[in-house]
């Protein structure tokens, strides 16, 4: 018995980690489909929303500071690849003097996010933009998949 809640022996945010590994690494043995966004690491880069309307589906991938002439998106087999890279800030000043860094929150460097797309998207029918840091994707469904109203003819 403790004698306070607020005084837990050990680390208790290293063991949740460490049960959050152990989790994924037995849903990975089992061969679990969830969602590549769902079984994706803390801290993967770029983050991504991924929602479906009746027409379409929408990929949000939120990657500021990238250089868009860097970015690459293809839809191949059901699955969408977003690769580019984020250069450094610390990069990118002319003549800086030497910095030893001790801390790096900003991830930077080439990334590669795939998603697995629903079996509707429509692979030949994609467009994507990026503004103001946000890499969006549209990927319209197919025809046959969309709902449709049928028309009821009166047989009386």
């Known amino acids: 018995m403790f004698s306070s809640t607020l005084n837990f022996p050990g680390n208790l945010f290293a063991d949740f980690d460490e049960l959050q590994r152990q989790f994924e690494r037995v849903m990975a043995q089992r061969g679990s489909s969830t969602s590549s966004i769902r079984a994706v690491a803390r801290g993967t880069f770029?983050?991504?929303?991924?929602?479906?309307?009746?027409?379409?589906?929408?990929?949000?991938?939120?990657?500021?500071?990238?250089?868009?002439?860097?970015?690459?998106?293809?839809?191949d087999k059901g699955l969408l690849t977003i690769a580019g890279e984020r250069k450094t800030a610390l990069s990118d000043v002319p003549d800086a003097p030497r910095r030893s860094v001790y801390a790096r929150e900003r991830p930077c460097g080439?990334?590669?996010?795939?998603?697995?797309?629903?079996?509707?998207?429509?692979?030949?029918?994609?467009?994507?933009?990026?503004?103001?840091?946000?890499?969006?994707?549209?990927?319209?469904?197919?025809?046959?998949?969309?709902?449709?109203r049928i028309e009821i003819a009166d047989a009386s």
Do not use: C, M, W
């Not at 996010?113 to 467009?127: H, I, K, N, W």
């Not at 933009?129 to 969309?146: D, F, H, M, Q, W």
């Open 46 to 75: 770029p983050a991504v929303n991924v929602a479906t309307t009746a027409d379409a589906v929408l990929i949000h991938a939120f990657a500021p500071g990238v250089d868009v002439k860097t970015l690459d998106v293809s839809v």
């Open 110 to 148: 080439e990334f590669r996010r795939v998603v697995a797309l629903p079996e509707d998207a429509d692979p030949g029918r994609v467009q994507a933009t990026y503004r103001n840091g946000v890499l969006t994707i549209r990927i319209e469904k197919r025809e046959a998949s969309r709902p449709r």
